[in-house]
């Protein structure tokens, strides 16, 4: 079972997830250390050999012990150092192994820093991507925060506080100075939500000393105004004298070139018209 737990306050605990960690045979976490004190926290017996460490170093290795105790009928709980494991925290690994050997995997959902600081950013949440951590440095990093620019989602970027003030101007100088939201302390005493844009939240931060983990909500690359009439044309025209249908050769110049389909279908309709009067 994946359980979801706190990303800060105790109380966000579910019964069902500390249910689940009282009776499992086995758990799983990043940190045997942080899980223990967690399970002290709830009243809960953390035992001498129950607390298996799983982090992203061991993950590979460990899977088809995991997977072969759930085969031989025990319970196994997975759990992040905080919030739902598989994302961006251990647990895709072994999530995918089991599912390869037919073993089945359930979810105790719960506490997300990465949806706790969506909804709270102001910014659109009805399509969105998890962008994650980023890489540190090098071309990774940067056909990442190219693609991000790109992007017309709200993007949830996860990142050390260490490293905020130069994710944030990479953000700036890539995508513009766009919406965004910075969340820090999600649930603890001293949360904080700033939000303005990419621009302001690299000044803002530079000067700032900042701690724990920081979600980054940004907000969507803006549409461009895309191909124009007499760029359609020449595109569905080049389509129609290699031999495409009226409607093979919108659907493929639609694709192309980022247009509504209706859009390049009525171009080709009426070069197809002009071409064959009826």
Known sequence: MLVATPIGN???????????????????????RRTRALLSAAGLPAGT???????????????????AWVEEGRTVAVVSDAGMPGISDPGERLVAAARARGVPVTVVPGPSAVLA?????????????????????????????????????????????????????????????RPVAVARELTKVHEEVWRGTLVGAAGEFAARAVRGEVVIVVGGAEPGPGADDGTVRAAVQARLAQGDGTRQAADAVAEELGVPRRRAYGLALALRDGAHPS
Request: hydrophobic share 40%.
């Open 49 to 67: 050999r129950r607390l298996v460490s799983l982090h992203r170093h061991n993950e590979a290795a460990r899977v088809d012990q995991v997977v």
């Open 10 to 32: 105790l109380g966000d605990l579910s019964p069902r997830a500390a249910s689940t960690l009282a009776g499992a045979g086995f758990i799983c976490c990043e940190d045997t």
């Open 117 to 177: 600081a969506l909804v709270v950013s102001g910014l659109p949440t009805d399509r969105f991507c998890m962008e994650g951590f980023l890489p540190r440095k090098g071309p990774d990093r940067r056909r990442r925060l190219a693609a991000l620019a790109d992007e017309p989602r709200t993007a949830v970027v996860l990142e050390a506080a260490s490293r905020l003030a130069a994710t944030l101007d990479d953000l700036a100088r890539t995508c513009g100075d």
